[in-house]
């Protein structure tokens, strides 16, 4: 698509699709990732408006032709246009608009070709994950920094301190899982991660060398990081108010694989019991009447996705706590 503006050349925005292609293998959450040119990026590609007759049928096609995986459900995630979220070549004046999506799928190794692999979100947000307990860096490494960064803006000094006391739960504020997004832009514009330094931005002087920087979770193609933060924020919150999780369920399963699907996915640890009364008052599941045959435990009662719970109610989702 071309585009002239007042007083100016003729430019072209290319639009692009972007997949978050989300499961959970072994209690972890993954991520679809292709590799190019040594680093890790989402599937995506450009839309093609003459062989697509829709946006999806085009994100759906894109990503079976570069991982053989057949996507299932999926949703529009987010319209990312900012200037400069790729890095142009001298020369090029192209505007690159690109459609998120973020899909859920129960596919793992065998769905994937060679070209696309799984990899943990955790490995690109290692602060992110607070089953076992706080992660250490963010005491030790994080806050820190964040307060290096504070400190060097007179101006926006107080602003800074409380926008990350707000997104890390410094100060004795509770830590909100779903602010994925907004801890990495925070992050970003602090000078702390590597996509920064990679985007030729201007690092403030409070920001650590590149070796430092990469300790600071895995960098991403383009903006690829940012979209991965804006889908596990968007996932995140909407097991809250939607059944989303079944998605990545098997048909049939234990109240202990949902829950550890739970934790998986929102980061934090669950309690229980107070999960088991929860699942089981909302009326999201119904008994199989079977046990489960998996070996290395004591069989557990098996239980499925009430489908009928969409008809019956607006928001059939788990509003889950984390354990205290």
């Known amino acids: 698509m071309s585009v002239r503006t007042a007083g100016s050349r003729e430019h072209t925005v290319i639009i692009g699709l972007n997949a978050c292609v989300v499961t959970v293998i072994g ?35 894109l990503v079976r032709e570069q991982t053989q995986l057949r996507l299932g459900y999926v949703e529009q995630l987010y319209t990312f246009g900012d200037r400069g979220r790729h890095v142009l070549e001298p020369g090029e004046g192209h505007r690159v608009v690109s459609v998120g999506y973020l899909a859920l799928t129960r596919e793992t ?59 890390f739960g410094f100060d004795g504020l509770a830590w909100d899982e779903e602010q994925v997004l907004e801890r990495y832009e925070l992050m970003y514009e602090a000078g702390l991660v590597l996509e920064a330094r990679r985007d030729k931005r201007a690092l403030p002087s409070s920001a650590p060398p590149a070796a430092e920087q990469a300790r ?18 968007r996932l995140r ?10 998605e ?33 008052s909302t009326g999201l599941v119904e008994r199989t009447g079977r046990q489960s045959n998996k070996a290395g435990g004591r069989p557990a009662e098996q239980f499925r996705f009430r489908r009928e719970v969409l008809r019956e109610r607006p928001s059939p989702g788990l509003k889950v706590r984390a354990r205290g």
């Open 237 to 246: 919150g909407k097991l809250k108010y939607r059944p989303v999780v079944f």
């Open 248 to 280: 990545l369920m098997e048909p049939t399963f234990t109240l202990l694989e949902l829950q550890r699907t739970v934790e998986a996915i929102s980061g934090v640890r669950l309690h229980k019991q107070n999960f088991r009364r929860l699942v089981e």
């Open 27 to 61: 209690e972890t959450p993954h991520v679809l990732t292709v590799r190019r040119e040594g680093i890790e990026g989402l599937p995506f590609g450009s839309f093609a408006p003459q062989e697509h007759r829709t946006l999806q049928i085009g994100l759906r096609d």
């Open 109 to 167: 190794a065998e769905g994937a070709s060679a070209a696309g692999h799984w990899r943990s979100w955790y490995d690109f947000f290692p602060w992110e994950d607070w089953r076992k307990e706080k992660p250490a860096m963010i005491d030790a490494m994080i806050k820190p920094r964040l307060d290096a960064w504070a400190r060097a803006s007179a101006a926006e000094r107080e602003t800074r301190r409380e926008r990350a006391a707000l997104c």
């Open 216 to 233: 600071f979770g895995e960098p991403m193609q383009f903006d690829h990081r940012r979209i991965l933060a804006t889908g596990m924020g």
